[in-house]
T-cell receptor
Framework: ETGVTQTPRHLVMGMTNKKSLKCEQH?????MYWYKQSAKKPLELMFV???????ENNSVPSRFSPECPNSSHLFLHLHTLQPEDSALYLC??????????????FGSGTRLTVV | QKEVEQDPGPLSVPEGAIVSLNCTYS??????FMWYRQYSRKGPELLMY????GNKEDGRFTAQVDKSSKYISLFIRDSQPSDSATYLC????????????FGAGTRLAVHP
């Protein structure tokens, strides 16, 4: 499989549940990102990993916990979420230094609904 | 003030129309400018990018950057129903430290 793959595609969870989102890239990229996309809002950068090291946490609540075991895999662990966390969560990857030239490759996202 | 402003639309046009999509930005240090297209239930895909000011053409698409006005545009000629999607502008600094700044996206509908 090529590109950036995200699983699951859809997730419905209660506020007391714990779940994880998974992202895998087959592009040989060294940087990976989590974004939140809500209706009519710009993409919100959540976390950046560069060569497996977290380089940015954009003031994300602790109920979101990222994990990057290697340059190809990225997880977002979720617990005690709120209904306002319902959104499309996008994973992306890029060459670490040259994102500005080549941009990001995005996965198809996980549509999360918190009930 | 947001770093990147983009009208979310929706924009509805008839097939064959010329479409103009625009973004304004506040940070004069931005030098790389991109347009992403996002179909429903999909992630954004890179459509075009330009460096600094000027025009770039690719088939029916033309990207234009005016750094003096801090304004970028994407033109779609002979629009098709398959162009119906959300278009997001994005930009970053020279050297591109890992971080693209996105607009909110404009939803475009091209009807037959």
């Amino acid at each position: 499989e090529t590109g950036v793959t995200q699983t699951p595609r859809h997730l419905v969870m209660g506020m007391t549940n714990k779940k994880s989102l998974k992202c895998e890239q087959h592009l040989g990229h060294n940087a990976m990102y989590w974004y939140k996309q809500s209706a009519k809002k710009p993409l919100e950068l959540m976390f950046v990993y560069n060569f497996k090291e977290q380089t940015e946490n954009n003031s994300v609540p602790s109920r979101f916990s990222p994990e990057c075991p290697n340059s190809s895999h990225l997880f977002l662990h979720l617990h005690t979420l709120q209904p306002e966390d319902s959104a499309l969560y996008l994973c992306a990857s890029s060459q670490a230094v040259r994102a500005g030239i080549y941009g990001y490759t995005f996965g198809s996202g996980t549509r999360l609904t918190v009930v | 003030q947001k770093e990147v402003e983009q009208d979310p639309g929706p924009l509805s046009v008839p097939e064959g129309a010329i479409v103009s999509l625009n973004c304004t930005y506040s940070n004069s240090a931005f030098q790389y400018f991109m347009w992403y297209r996002q179909y429903s239930r999909k992630g954004p895909e890179l459509l075009m990018y330009t460096y600094s000011s000027g025009n770039k053409e690719d088939g029916r698409f033309t990207a234009q950057v005016d750094k003096s006005s801090k304004y970028i545009s994407l033109f779609i000629r002979d629009s098709q129903p398959s162009d119906s999607a959300t278009y997001l502008c994005a930009m970053t600094f020279s050297g591109g430290y890992n971080k693209l700044i996105f607009g909110a996206g404009t939803r475009l509908a091209v009807h037959p």
